[in-house]
């Protein structure tokens, strides 16, 4: 209803930060970076309110956006194994139906 058109219209004109995934449909997860060159970056920095994760690739073309509070994502990738990720970073792989989980933030 209305008053969902306007919450989103409220987070959109917020703070807002973007990643790209290109490669969901061979893993089927995304990749979300804790650490770069071994300081805290990525997730554990940002200062947006809420992450949008574009899913891009074969299947998905940027069509898919999966929105969750920056909190929310600190959240699933906290107790997570973390991996190499490009260049000096490391972060954790994060299934897609993780992202659509409920959440126990005892």
């Not at 300081?39 to 994760?53: V, Y």
């Amino acid at each position: 209803g209305e008053s969902s058109e306007q919450r989103l219209a409220s987070i959109l004109n917020g703070t807002v930060e973007v990643k790209t995934h290109k490669s969901v449909k061979r893993y089927g997860n995304v990749f979300v970076e804790v650490t770069d060159r071994g300081r805290p970056s990525g997730i554990m920095t940002s200062k947006a309110k809420w992450q949008a994760q574009v899913l891009e690739g074969e299947g998905y073309d940027g069509e898919v956006v999966v929105l969750l509070k920056t909190e929310r994502l600190r959240h699933i990738v906290e107790d997570k194994y973390y991996i190499k990720g490009g260049d000096a970073s490391t972060g954790a792989k994060v299934k897609l139906s993780e992202l659509l989980q409920p959440i126990n933030y005892e």
